[in-house]
């Protein structure tokens, strides 16, 4: 469903696809990921989209954005929302809809295919318009996880869906332990 001539843009809704990718219990390599679609055609850009918690000082995700930033993805971040459900839960909001839709829709007239990774059905009127447009869609998320990570109407929307669990061998990589913390000795017993 790619042709090598075709501009292509990358649209990645980076927690939906760390979910997707950690449901099918492998980690994303995103250098593959880019070298992957550099193969498939002609990669105009990669977006990488994730909110972030500004009042944290040290933010698991940093380094990931960081190396991202400085190895040829475009970075769209902001300021991740917390607050305390009914139940005195702390929750994150940090929802990245919009922007990936108005991005999307600003780069329609140059490209030919855009490819958005995730699953989330709010995206199945972008890919619509999009498709009006004249660009090719693909999707890129899993139904083989319980449950399935894409909406059934996103999945029929796009003109082409991309399981992520075939594209394992390609860009993924065996999950990183835990590290072991300061105290903790790993001790190999005989």
Do not use: C
Not at 168 to 188: H, N, S, T, Y
Request: glycine share 6%.
């Amino acid at each position: 469903m790619f042709y090598k001539d075709e501009r292509l843009a990358l649209f990645i809704d980076g927690s939906n696809l760390y979910a997707a990718a950690k449901a099918l219990g492998f980690d994303i390599d995103y250098k593959l990921l880019r070298q992957e679609f550099m193969r498939r055609g002609k990669l105009l850009r990669a977006f990488y989209y994730t909110a972030l918690l500004e009042n944290d000082e040290y933010s698991p995700i940093r380094p990931l954005v960081d190396w991202l930033n400085y190895n040829g993805f475009t970075m769209v971040t902001k300021p991740a929302k917390e607050y305390t459900d009914s139940q005195g839960r702390r929750k994150v909001k940090g929802n990245m809809d919009i922007e990936l839709t108005v991005d999307a829709m600003e780069l329609a007239p140059r490209v030919d295919h855009v490819v958005i990774f995730s699953g989330d059905g709010d995206f199945r009127p972008l890919v619509e318009s999009l498709q009006r447009q004249g660009v090719r869609v693909s999707v890129v998320s899993t139904i083989r996880s319980q449950p399935p990570m894409i909406a059934d109407e996103l999945r029929r929307q796009a003109d082409n869906f991309i399981e992520l669990d075939e594209l394992r061998d390609v860009i993924g990589r065996p999950p990183r332990e835990p590290r072991l913390e300061r105290d903790e000795v790993a001790v190999d017993v005989k």
